[in-house]
């Protein structure tokens, strides 16, 4: 489905991503682990159009989508939902829930969009009039995957959904994103709370300074030694 061969980004002079490969299989949630600075962040943004690779290339069932705007990539239904959230602070959060579904292909269905983003999120509903900077860290979070639901993802991408939340917060978001895969969306998971991630995750890949480190089904990412001392603190 999503295809990214051989992938060089660079920021002036520094080489952020040096080679990369990976790829998400259709309905499949996909981990992508790695600490700080690994490039992770770099990898979605590139991936969204939002930065121009240096070299290698990225294919969407099996057509290149080097050089499309971002728009046209989120038109093919490729939806990130960025670290930090980046929700509009000021605006309620139904405000922030449509603009999602600001794309002509999508905005006829955003009232349908917007009942199914409420029955996934309850709490949402109830806040819908509240501005969005006023929320709590998870039910920000849960408005920022609202958001990137009002696009109609074929592919949702996720940067760090979980940072800053509490536990419960955390585990909550996680069992949302759970059922939507299950549902059948594919999903491109980032995350820092790497035994989470690799338990609800078929596959993974574990990125070090811009490069594949290691690759591998969830379940064998999960007792390797190195991923284990590296990621786990074990
Ligand atoms: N806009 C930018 N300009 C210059 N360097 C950047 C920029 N964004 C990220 N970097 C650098 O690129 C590397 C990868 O960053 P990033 O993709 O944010 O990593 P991660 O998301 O895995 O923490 C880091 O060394 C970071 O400092
Ligand atoms: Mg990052």
Redesign the pocket.
């Known amino acids: 489905m999503l295809r990214v061969d051989n992938l060089t980004v660079c920021?002036?002079q520094?080489q952020?991503l040096r080679g990369v490969s990976m790829e998400v299989s259709q309905g499949e949630m996909v981990a992508l682990i790695?600490?700080?600075?690994?490039?992770?962040?770099?990898?979605l943004?590139t991936i969204s159009g939002l930065i121009p690779p240096a070299g290698g290339s990225l294919s969407w069932e099996g057509r290149p989508l080097n050089g499309l705007a971002p728009d046209m990539i989120c038109r093919e239904g490729i939806v990130q939902v960025p670290?930090g959230r980046k929700l509009f602070p000021a605006m309620t959060v139904e405000e922030n829930l449509i603009m999602g579904a600001y794309l002509p292909t999508v905005r006829k269905q955003s009232q349908e969009s917007l009942r199914k983003v409420y029955d996934i999120f309850p709490r949402l509903a109830d806040r819908r009039h509240q501005l969005a900077g006023s929320m709590s860290g998870g039910e920000q979070q849960m408005a920022a995957l609202g958001r990137a639901l009002m696009a109609r993802p074929r592919l949702l991408m996720l940067?760090?959904p979980s940072l800053g939340l509490s536990p419960k917060a955390a585990a909550e978001i996680f069992a949302t994103i759970r059922v939507l895969n299950k549902e059948g969306l594919s999903v491109l998971l980032?995350s820092q709370e790497v035994l989470e991630t690799l338990a609800i995750t078929a596959h993974g890949y574990v990125?070090e300074n811009?490069v594949v480190a290691m690759r591998g089904p969830s379940s064998e990412l999960r007792e390797d030694p190195k991923v284990k001392k590296s990621y786990l603190g074990l």
């Open positions: 920021y002036g520094m952020a790695g600490g700080n600075g690994a490039g992770k962040t770099t990898l943004n670290e940067d760090e980032v990125l811009g």
